[in-house]
């Protein structure tokens, strides 16, 4: 296994360092993905680096695959509606603060817009 050292000011790497796109252009064709860990071993400061191969699915989407796909694009679009309609922003925000510490309320405003514009685009589509 390869020893790393790392540069003056870089403790640690943690994530995906590069991706392959989805159009293939510009860039890797395979994933690196860094991860560090800190234990109570020997060697407390642990580096690891992976490559993955880009992957072809294998199997064909499904309908269900599909109408999920669409739901999530519908309601992320209206969220971003929502949030820049400056007729609703002000009344968003104090119904926000109103349920934000309450057992089982949105701790983000963007979340809670969310599960408003969810909970209209199930009523709509059953």
């Known amino acids: 296994m390869a020893h790393v050292e790392w540069s003056a000011g870089i403790d640690s790497v943690s994530g995906a ?10 860039s890797c064709a395979k994933m690196l993905l860094g991860t560090h860990r ?7 400061s642990c580096n ?27 309601v992320s679009r209206a969220v971003n509606t929502r949030m820049h309609d400056l007729n609703k922003i002000s009344a968003d925000q104090a119904a926000f603060i109103a349920q ?26 059953e």
């Open 48 to 74: 690891r680096l992976y490559l993955r191969r880009k992957v072809q699915r294998s199997t064909p989407v499904t309908q269900d695959e599909t109408n999920r796909r669409l739901r999530f694009s519908a």
């Open 17 to 26: 360092l590069s991706k392959p796109s989805k159009s293939g252009q510009h």
């Open 100 to 125: 934000k510490d309450t057992p089982g309320g949105k701790k983000t405003m963007r979340s809670y817009i969310w599960s408003l514009e969810l909970a209209a685009y199930d009523e709509n589509h």
């Open 38 to 44: 800190v234990a109570a071993t020997t060697n407390n």
